[in-house]
């Protein structure tokens, strides 16, 4: 009986040690989800593009300028004096802002949000308004057509803005407090 234990124990050490086979893939994966997701955000962006020109169109009081960023932009009050710099990379920048829909509705206020400090390029900010910012010097007023993706994008900001919203928003800055480093 003893002989009989001992065959099968070393029947089952010599069964158990073979090599591990790799797994095979339950599916293959074709990409298809991904050039989907790419055709839709094409066509989302077409369309978020066809309402800011409709918007740009209708507006013969202003001069809107498309950034390199991706969004349109004007001055509701520009600053003429050169020796007067842009923010740069580290610098505190001063602001005052408020976000509205496409349509003009407004979701918040500028007492809403309250004054913001925002040190360029070291926090988090949306990318197109931190864009934005860069563009602006002290004493100036612009307002901002960003496409979803400049914005909040897919996510939204998790309160008041939802998913895939074009956002219109005004921006002043208060005051430019440069990096030292710089």
């Known amino acids: 009986m003893n002989k009989l234990y001992l065959i099968i124990v070393i029947l089952l050490a010599f069964v158990s040690c073979k090599q591990p086979e790799a797994r095979r893939p339950v599916s293959v994966s074709s ?26 169109k209708k507006d013969k ?8 960023s991706g969004f349109w932009y004007y001055y509701n009050s520009k ?19 408020n976000v509205k829909t496409l349509n003009g509705r407004l979701i918040y206020s500028k007492e809403e949000l309250k004054t913001q400090n925002y040190a360029m390029d070291r926090e ?7 864009e934005g910012l860069k563009l602006l010097k ?4 612009a307002t901002f057509l ?16 939802g998913s895939n919203i074009p956002l219109i928003c005004e921006v002043t800055i208060n005051s430019i407090t440069q990096n030292q480093t710089n």
């Open 138 to 141: 002290t004493g100036e007023t």
């Open 79 to 97: 600053v003429e004096i050169d020796s007067l710099e842009t923010p740069k990379f580290g610098d505190i920048v001063n602001y005052d802002y």
């Open 31 to 56: 990409g298809s989800f991904i050039n989907a997701s790419v055709e839709r955000n094409k066509k989302l962006y077409a369309h978020e593009q066809s309402l800011i020109e409709k918007i740009i």
């Open 146 to 161: 960003f496409p979803s993706q400049k914005a909040y994008g897919y996510y939204g900001d998790e309160h008041k803005i």
């Open 124 to 130: 988090a900010l949306f990318s197109g308004l931190r």
């Open 61 to 68: 009081e202003n001069n809107y300028i498309a950034s390199e």
